[in-house]
């Protein structure tokens, strides 16, 4: 049953990896008409952070589909980190486009290219604004079910979307209105500066998941009230957690009754595993068990009781 849910996810991931190329391809495809009937650098801007989108929506498709592999001998953890690497690499692209519409946006300043055909941008912007709600709406639906790291990182480049259509479509009614062209180029320019900072959350996300961050803590705080209420647990220390790719990775020292066998303290700890996995479906959880009491070198005391929880 379990291996059959975790299938399902998988097939999930694959079908919003694949929808998000051929969104972004449409898109492209009819913001490059609107690009060039109007001239418009916003327009143009769009069409770069689409662009960028195809890009790495291929690489979500390609990190989706080498993460799903299941665990060998070689990979015990399985290959989740994949998901992790390709928004590292959607990062730094979405950055690059960011920089490069900036750099447009400041050459125009010296260099102004007259607007046409305005009404046709807002048109096609306002296409692209609803395709791209529907298809974030379906991403944000799968990343929830899925936890895939690759998913939400794409789904972040076409909340950006979101917002530079909108942007774009209220520069253009502006530009149309009252003729007021620099507002195109400023419009860009707060574009490009988004887009960078969208990149470096993207980053800063896949960064820490790769150097094994510990996830936050709502999470820890639903595993140490889970144990809390686990019968027979007597304490627990030097809860580890980590992301390995939409999978949760928990390792944590319980402590009970010196007294019982190992047959008890194994059914209890069967007890303790079988609640975490039912709030996190497929987690790995690695446990220790201590005779409660004992006095020993812990990892909560090595980090100066920071980690006391």
């Known amino acids: 049953m379990r291996k059959k849910v975790n299938e399902n996810k998988d097939n999930l991931k694959k079908v919003a990896a694949t929808a998000s190329i051929v969104v972004s391809t449409l898109l492209c495809i009819i913001k490059t008409f609107a690009s060039v009937y109007t001239g418009s650098l916003a327009v143009l801007s769009s069409l770069i952070d689409s662009l960028s989108d195809v890009f790495a929506s291929s690489i ?16 015990r953890y399985g290959y989740g980190r994949a998901e992790s690497l390709s928004a590292l690499v959607q990062a730094a692209f979405v950055a690059g486009s960011g920089l490069f519409v900036l750099y447009d946006g400041i050459t125009r300043l010296f260099n102004p290219t007259p607007l046409h055909q305005t009404t046709f941008g807002i048109m096609v912007m306002v296409v692209s604004l609803g395709i791209t709600i529907v298809l974030i709406s379906f991403q944000k639906y799968v990343a929830k079910v899925t936890n895939s790291v690759a998913i939400s ?33 400023l419009t860009a320019a707060l574009i490009s500066i988004y887009l960078i900072y969208n990149a470096y959350k993207i980053a800063a996300d896949a960064i820490g998941a790769l150097t094994d961050k510990e996830l936050n803590d709502e999470i820890r705080n639903k595993i140490i009230g889970i144990i809390k209420q686990c019968e027979g647990v007597k304490g627990f220390h030097d809860l580890r957690s980590r992301d390995l790719g939409g999978v949760y990775l928990f390792e944590i020292h319980l402590e009970f009754d010196g007294n019982l066998n190992l047959f008890q303290t194994h059914e ?34 090595v980090l100066d009781g920071n980690c006391k929880l």
């Open 60 to 75: 979500s498709y390609i990190a989706v589909k080498f993460s799903t592999k299941p665990a060998n001998c070689s990979h």
């Open 153 to 185: 990182a794409d789904s972040a480049h076409y909340v950006v979307d979101i917002l530079t259509n909108s942007s774009i479509i209220l520069s253009l009614v502006i530009i149309e209105i009252f003729n007021i062209n620099w507002f195109d180029i």
């Open 268 to 301: 209890l700890t069967e007890n303790v595993e079988n609640k975490i996995k039912a709030e996190f479906d497929n987690a790995q959880i690695i446990i220790h068990q201590d005779p409660f009491g004992i006095k020993e070198s812990r990892l909560d005391d």
